[in-house]
């Protein structure tokens, strides 16, 4: 086996892991308003979740990875350049979920790949279709989310007005099944297409594909990608579901169907046209649509705010560590790179493992809701599960401390 076959390996495993972390990051997309309206239990809802990000395939073609693919001119493409970018990507990821911020892995991802193509190969490298592409398109999906749920609300509160609240909520409750599976299948065709697009580009580096035209990904790539993103999604972002699922807004089963409803709409839209739209800014516009065209409910500005800093960040975030990782990786002697990457790869995996070790679990999550540094029992779980136990009881202490309690 030579060694550009053993690195192209080593960089597609890496984008496997990212991949991975997309999932986990971006479950909350799609699980989010189901879990915060008591339709499904955390664990059933990303099993749910991800049987539907897995069959994305079936449904969806691959002009999203063909965008990707393209970020960077394929004659400038090399691995180093991809595995930094890949690197960037997945430590912003890690990041922003350690924080519990929903960003984007979408545009992580060509943060990563714009760092570390510019440093590479200067602007020209870059394919500035494609940039302006993802750019417009930052804005235009949670604008179109926050309409489109907003109109659909006012629509529905229209057209169900004097009728029993009650028996007309859980009727909804299962229509989420139906609107959140939507989402999950439009979340696995846009975001898995990202790495698959990755993926491509580094066949293209080592020379097993062919760059020119349209690419024509292989099977196996699309299933790679595909089962990654739904093994992450399966492992659950509970910090961030608490973030979508509380504290933009209230959700209720028709509001939560309502948001996941314009969410998928939009997404299964931009996918049909190539753009690597955010599952997440989409997701949360029609969450913050939702509860802006209801009356009795409280947007959350602030944490709106947060958010769309974070947005705002992403980008040149993942590029400045896409950036150095370039540079790292190719500047110094294969030595001192290789002791580099090293105390890289360390470092990530510490983050990674105190991130977890700090986060509620599903278990947790399943008992408690946890809401800017107070905990309060869920209105959904059994009296069984809650014990009666105050909720002030339990306020500022950390996740480990939580499960002992429990």
């Given amino acids: 086996m030579d060694t550009t076959l053993l690195a192209v390996i080593g960089v597609i495993a890496l984008c496997a892991a990212f991949d991975y972390t997309n999932g986990f990051h971006d479950s909350a997309n799609s699980v989010a308003t189901i879990i915060a309206t008591g339709v499904l239990r955390p664990r059933q809802a990303v099993a749910w979740a991800a049987g539907w990000n897995f069959i994305a395939f079936l449904v969806f073609g691959t002009a999203v990875a063909n965008t990707v693919a393209t970020t960077v001119d394929p004659g400038d493409i090399s691995l180093a350049l991809i595995f930094a970018a890949v690197v960037g990507a997945t430590i912003w990821n890690l990041i922003s979920w350690h924080l519990g911020l929903p960003t984007s892995s979408s545009h992580a991802l060509v943060g990563g790949l714009v760092g570390a ?34 109109v659909m609300t006012l629509v529905i509160r229209f057209g169900l007005r004097g009728r029993d609240a009650e028996r007309v909520g859980s009727k909804f409750g299962w229509a989420q099944l139906v609107s959140s599976a939507a989402v999950s299948l439009g979340h696995g065709g846009n975001d898995a297409q ?46 961030i579901v608490q973030t979508m699922g ?5 959700l209720t089963p028709i509001t939560g169907f309502t948001a996941e409803t314009s969410a998928a709409t939009a997404l299964f839209v931009s996918t049909a046209v190539g753009a690597p739209v955010s599952t997440t800014q989409t997701t949360a516009g029609s969450i913050g649509g939702v509860g802006a065209a209801s009356p009795d409910t409280r947007v959350e500005w602030s944490t709106f705010r947060q958010v769309f800093s974070a947005w705002l960040l992403t980008v040149p975030s993942a590029a400045l560590i896409g950036a150095f990782a ?36 599903a278990e947790d999550f399943e008992r408690l809701t946890v809401a800017d540094g107070v905990v309060e029992i869920h209105e959904n779980v059994p009296e069984d599960l809650a014990e009666d136990r105050p909720a002030n009881d339990l306020a500022s202490k950390p996740p480990d401390e939580i499960r002992e309690a429990g």
């Fill in 117 to 150: 193509g510019v440093v590479a190969a200067g602007w020209d490298a870059i394919n500035m279709a494609s940039i302006q592409k993802v750019a417009i398109f930052l804005i235009v999906s949670p604008l179109v989310g926050f309409v489109l749920a907003g």
């Fill in 194 to 239: 990202k790495t698959m697009g990755v993926v491509a580009a580094v066949l293209i580096a080592g020379g097993y594909l062919d760059g020119s035209g349209e690419i024509d990904i292989p099977l196996w790539v699309v299933l790679l990608a595909h089962s990654a993103i739904a093994a992450g999604t399966y492992a659950g972002g509970w910090r």
């Fill in 246 to 250: 509380h504290r933009i807004t209230e």
């Fill in 326 to 361: 370039y540079v790292v990786t190719t500047g110094p002697p294969p030595v001192v790179a290789g002791i580099a990457i090293g105390v890289g790869f360390l470092a990530t995996c510490w983050l990674a493992y105190r991130s977890m070790q700090a986060s509620v679990g």
